[in-house]
């Protein structure tokens, strides 16, 4: 990339902009939000989950003690 004089920007989504609409498309039924997650373990598995590849992991502590 360098030799070519591409610049490759990263940085976090900006969630909370679009946190209304998404909020009002969730409240009338349009959007689903339990479709985002792609993985839900137990806290106890948390660590080896942390290890393997999801687009959303979700760690479940309500189980824990």
Same mark, same amino acid.
């Given at each position: 990339?360098?030799?070519?004089? /591409?610049?490759?920007?990263?940085?976090? &989504? @900006?969630?909370?902009?679009? %946190? =209304?609409?998404?909020?009002? %498309? !969730? &409240?009338?039924? +349009?959007? @689903? =939000? !339990?479709?985002?997650?792609?993985?839900?373990?137990?806290?106890?598995? $948390?660590?080896? $989950? +942390? %290890?393997?590849? &999801? /687009?959303? +992991?979700?760690? @479940?502590? $309500? $189980? !824990? =003690?």
């Amino acid at each position: 990339m360098y030799t070519k004089g /591409i610049t490759f920007h990263v940085s976090r &989504a @900006d969630s909370r902009r679009f %946190l =209304p609409e998404v909020t009002q %498309l !969730a &409240a009338g039924g +349009l959007f @689903d =939000p !339990a479709v985002v997650p792609t993985t839900v373990v137990p806290w106890e598995q $948390a660590d080896r $989950a +942390l %290890l393997e590849p &999801a /687009i959303k +992991l979700v760690v @479940d502590r $309500a $189980a !824990a =003690p």
